[in-house]
């Protein structure tokens, strides 16, 4: 049995310690060197360049992931120097494929916010950034043994309110808890979450047990006024012997606020050889700290069922242990007797002998072992609409494409919720569907139809919608509006349809040169001001085309209710009668939809005949040869 008066704590003049940068990346050379003037500050023989390599293996690391680190801590009062190799292991820890620096630190036993806590922030600013964490500022009551503070990740979650919960007495509360509300940055109030932290009557008495509960009773009624399906984590030092204990048994109970233990086991914890893995407290078998070896369980996390449904904001299975406690230790044994290779392979990057300095700075920080679990994030929706086109042909199958994703700011896959969502079209766009998206994942794809049945300007929406617990950004709206427009309609004539032209040259003398007719090829307007364009594609000249020229070129996008005039020629130069096909080839605009808009015809005709005293120098020749002929019959 273990007494948890006021220790007499190393004085922490030797870490007055300054922020190297004010990024969120700091130098590791530097930093390097203040944690070997913090050895030197140490009186005990503990390796801190362990701690120096982690911090700088850390600085990869972004400060803004999003997925939750919590730590319970009594750090025995004063910040002693071995903390900060304690501080950036948790860091650097690797949980169920997670690596993920700490951000909420529940304490106990601070001497105020100001001063001890104000002394751990500074150390997590020097390994993890400068102004990376935050404190809150409220000082509970207390009689003794300090009191419980916070400190948070101001990149990670907003400190949204802080309280004090219950009265101290000699016949309840020793010291008051503290009560923060905290809430993921980017995400709404709905994934607020509240943390309590106690440091209950020390001692196993029946006079000490009774005042556990009367403080478990003030904090149960504190938190069921919270109502249904708050998230709430009960985190401290319990000083708690076995389950059965009224006070464990007041949390536990039903109601708004019921508290659920991650690990359910339950059991005679003190000395109990089942329980090895699960124990935080002592640390060590000798020093001016509590001793004693590790065979109790005092320090939790338990939580509300909120936490446990594996939707939105959630304890992650499996996270939840005492940092440290890998459960290869002696029984009453200090946390040095594990194994440094066991502790090492959860520390990435870290060598035997950085293990082993880890576990030998668990013995100096405090009393207590931390206790560490991870949480997920609730889903983080975006959706990105793709382009629809402005103009589009009457009748054209056109789809909507858009992608859904699950952003939230992760490290791993687990460490939030699955995003799930339906949407729907409105207006022009037609057709639902659902789906869902992991974090870190590829986004889902995803199309819905456009109605271009008729000509004219549509509108339409896309909708989609997220019922994940605490999404953020859980509904999405996005408007479009595109103009339909009818197919064009070649002509010759722009007031009525004209497939076929002939264009007769008639008999043409050779001597009046070449000869040209104009015409025009018009765009019919179907509905005023919602007609394609026209393109003109190639023409084609087929029969007696040698004495036929024009002027005709390809052009596109002629707009509806306007022509286009062109010639076509004849070279009476060429003797006889002609007749020739031009084949002209037509289509909408290049829009969506576009279609051929069938041919239009035109056919060519000509005769030349000789000028007339030509004429009479051929009938004279016709009479010469004649009569010679007739005088050689003769």
């Not at 509960?213 to 401290?236: H, K, M, P, T």
Request: aromatic letters at 8%.
């Amino acid at each position: 049995m273990r007494s948890h008066a006021r220790r007499n704590g190393m004085a922490n003049s030797c870490l007055k310690v300054r922020c190297v940068s004010g990024s969120d990346r700091i130098d590791a050379r530097a930093l390097a060197k203040l944690f070997l003037n913090f050895g030197a500050c140490c009186c005990r023989r503990v390796s801190l360049l362990g701690a120096a390599f982690v911090a700088f293996l850390l600085l990869g690391i972004p400060a803004g992931y999003g997925q939750l680190r919590i730590v319970d801590y009594n750090t025995a009062g004063d910040a002693r120097p071995s903390i900060n190799t304690i501080l950036a292991a948790i860091g650097a820890e690797s949980v169920n494929g997670i690596v993920k620096q700490p951000d909420v630190f529940a304490l106990e036993e601070q001497d105020s916010s100001a001063s001890t806590t104000q002394d751990i922030v500074n150390i997590l600013n020097t390994i993890y950034g400068a102004g990376t964490y935050a404190r809150t500022t409220l000082d509970v009551g207390t009689t003794g043994a300090g009191r419980p503070t916070m400190i948070y990740n101001t990149k990670t979650v907003q400190l949204i309110g802080q309280q004090a919960v219950g009265t101290t007495s000699t016949s309840g509360a020793a010291r008051q808890t503290f009560r923060a509300q905290f809430r993921p940055l980017g995400y709404t109030s709905t994934a607020d979450f509240y943390v309590y932290a106690s440091h209950y009557k020390a001692s196993d008495t029946t006079s000490d047990a009774n005042r556990r509960n009367v403080e478990a009773q003030g904090i149960r009624a504190n938190s069921d006024a919270l109502g249904q399906g708050a998230s709430i984590i009960y985190a401290g030092d319990f000083n708690v012997y076995r389950s059965s204990e009224p006070m464990y048994q007041t949390l536990l109970g039903a109601g708004n606020g019921q508290a659920f233990d991650p690990l359910n086991m339950p059991g005679n914890w003190h000395d109990g050889a089942a329980f090895l893995s699960i124990h935080t407290q002592a640390p060590a078998t000798s020093g001016s700290l509590v001793t004693g070896g590790v065979d109790d369980r005092f320090d939790f996390q338990l939580v509300t069922a909120e936490l446990l449904d594996n939707q939105g904001l959630s304890y992650i299975s499996g996270s939840y242990h005492a940092f440290g406690n890998t459960g290869t230790h002696q029984l009453n044994g200090a946390i040095t007797t594990g194994s440094a290779a066991a502790l090492q392979a959860r520390l990435p990057g870290y060598t035997l002998q950085q293990a082993t300095d880890v576990l030998t700075a668990l013995t100096l920080a405090s009393d207590h072992l931390p206790v560490v679990a991870d949480y997920q994030i609730p889903a983080k929706m975006s959706v990105t609409l793709g382009n629809a086109p402005l103009f589009v042909i009457r009748g054209a199958a056109l789809s909507l494409g858009f992608t859904v994703s699950n952003v939230a700011p992760v490290v791993a896959v687990n460490g939030a919720d699955r995003l799930d969502y339906t949407f729907t079209g409105s207006g022009a766009v037609a057709g639902s569907g659902s789906g869902s998206d992991m974090a870190l994942g590829n986004a889902s794809a995803h199309t819905l139809s456009l109605n271009t049945s008729a000509a004219g300007l549509i509108a339409g929406s896309v909708q989609v919608h997220s019922g994940s617990q605490s999404v953020a950004d859980g509904d999405f709206t996005g408007n479009l509006s595109l103009t339909v427009l009818d197919p064009s309609t070649p002509s010759f004539s722009l007031l009525s349809l004209q497939n076929n032209l002939v264009l007769d040259f008639g008999i043409v003398n050779p001597a009046d040169g070449l000869d040209s007719i104009s015409f025009s090829l018009a765009n019919l307007v179907a509905t005023a001001g919602f007609t394609a364009g026209l393109d003109f594609d190639g023409f084609v000249l087929s029969g007696n085309t040698a004495p036929f020229s024009t002027t005709l070129t390809l052009f596109s996008g002629l707009a509806a209710g306007t022509t286009r005039s062109f010639t076509f020629s004849f070279d009476p130069s060429f003797n006889g009668t002609f007749e020739s096909i031009a084949t002209l080839s037509f289509s909408d605009a290049d829009l969506p939809g576009a279609t051929a808009r069938g041919d239009l015809t035109v056919i060519l005709r000509a005769t030349t005949i000789p000028e007339p005293s030509l004429l009479g120098c051929f009938a004279a020749a016709n009479l010469v040869l004649i009569a010679r002929r007739r005088r050689v019959a003769a």
